[in-house]
């Protein structure tokens, strides 16, 4: 029988994305950030995070999304990633679902302009709701986290 996942929900260009909550560490209002020179343009800078230097992504610009200036909505879901800590620009951070395995499919070549490789599936929630779940080691290749890895030492 499949099983339950706890799933947190964001929203990213008015659609809902998910991330398994065991992957993710806090979320954070935006702050001010340092900018690190020669990363990739999506990797908007570093922060201090209670003592630990976070890289952090815009996953608008990651994913080739139009950007959109910051709100008050704005969140930095920090997650783990091969063991390094990154922090993920969204939207906005909403919900924590109870998602079952059964209720995953693979999803197609891409989605809202988004590659099949950085998603791990689409989650139907109901009828009207669907939820596109984040494959987390895809949205860092290992070359980038390499880099970032370099950030953080």
Do not use: C, W
């Not at 560490?25 to 001010?32: G, H």
């Not at 570093?46 to 950007?67: A, K, M, T, W, Y």
């Amino acid at each position: 029988m499949a099983e339950d996942k706890k799933i947190i929900v964001f929203a990213l260009a008015h659609e809902e994305y998910g991330v398994e909550v065991d992957k993710v560490k806090t979320i954070e209002r935006m702050q001010p950030m340092t900018r690190v020179p020669k990363t990739p343009v999506f990797v908007k800078g570093v922060i201090n995070l209670r003592g630990v230097v976070v890289p952090i992504i815009d996953l608008r610009s990651r994913f080739g999304l139009p950007e959109s200036s910051y709100t008050e909505n704005t969140r930095i879901i920090i997650v783990a990633v091969n063991d390094i800590e990154v922090g993920l620009v969204v939207d906005s951070a909403n919900d924590v679902i109870d998602l079952n395995e059964d209720n995953i499919e693979n999803p197609p070549e891409v989605v809202g302009g988004i590659k099949a490789k950085y998603l791990h599936g689409i989650a139907k929630i109901s009828d009207e709701r669907l939820l596109v779940l984040m494959n987390l080691n895809e949205v860092l290749n290992k070359d980038e986290i390499i880099q970032l890895e370099k950030i953080e030492a």
